[in-house]
Antibody
Framework: QLLQSGAEVRKPGASVKVSCKASASTFKISDINWVRQAPGQGLEWMGWMNPDSGRSGFARKFQGRVFTSTNTSISTAYLEVHNLRSDDTAVYFC???????WGQGTPVTVSS | DIQMTQSPSSLSASVGDRVTITCQASQAIKQYVNWFQQKPGRPPKLLIYGASILETGVPSRFSGGGSGTHFTLTISSLQPEDTAEYHCQQYDNLPYNFGQGTKVEIK
């Protein structure tokens, strides 16, 4: 139900934008959460967004560097990470607010 | 922020064994705990929400318990297909932190 964009490679200091396309019905009723998983590591909750209102909230460590947006006409949510560092290398997942539906994940590699 | 301390970090058990994984919350979170199963290269799959409510389609050998600060995930009779990593998560307060994960293997 959630289809994410493909793998990305960026240099340190660059930005990346990951997309997450939902069904129209999911987009109307559910917040979207973002979670990431660094190689060999556990899951890290990053933040949430409401596609309808645009409201969002992020874990403190991501505030000011991570942003979300939506294109409601195509039921797609976006996660932007700016000023990438090597420790941002991870698989980024979007998921519904009930945590039952996950995208397939978008690998992001940050390397010089 | 609420921290979730999960243990053990890994375990190895035989087919048919009863296996229990524990998550300790740094403060009381009522029953707002999810448990996920994750296999390599796949997104996590929700097994249990509300600490003890089995998600539709999840085998009944999985069960969850606890409230307040202490939570458990139990597999009553371990099967080969249960080889995976398991994660707890609290959703009482933002940020919705996860535990560190438990790798379950078959002996």
């Amino acid at each position: 139900q959630l289809l994410q964009s493909g793998a990305e490679v960026r240099k340190p200091g660059a930005s990346v934008k990951v997309s997450c396309k939902a069904s129209a019905s999911t987009f109307k009723i559910s917040d979207i959460n973002w979670v990431r998983q660094a190689p060999g590591q556990g899951l890290e909750w990053m933040g949430w967004m409401n596609p309808d209102s645009g409201r969002s909230g992020f874990a403190r460590k991501f505030q000011g560097r991570v942003f979300t947006s939506t294109n409601t006409s195509i039921s797609t949510a976006y996660l932007e990470v700016h000023n990438l560092r090597s420790d941002d290398t991870a698989v980024y997942f979007c998921l519904t607010s009930a945590f039952g539906d996950w995208g397939q994940g978008t690998p992001v590699t940050v390397s010089s | 922020d609420i921290q979730m301390t999960q243990s053990p970090s890994s375990l190895s058990a035989s087919v048919g064994d009863r296996v229990t994984i524990t998550c300790q919350a740094s403060q009381a979170i009522k029953q707002y705990v999810n448990w996920f199963q994750q296999k390599p290269g796949r997104p996590p799959k929700l097994l249990i929400y509300g600490a003890s409510i089995l998600e539709t389609g999840v085998p009944s050998r999985f069960s969850g318990g606890g409230s307040g600060t202490h939570f458990t995930l139990t597999i009553s009779s371990l099967q080969p297909e249960d080889t995976a990593e398991y994660h707890c998560q609290q959703y009482d307060n933002l940020p919705y932190n996860f535990g560190q994960g438990t790798k379950v293997e078959i002996k």
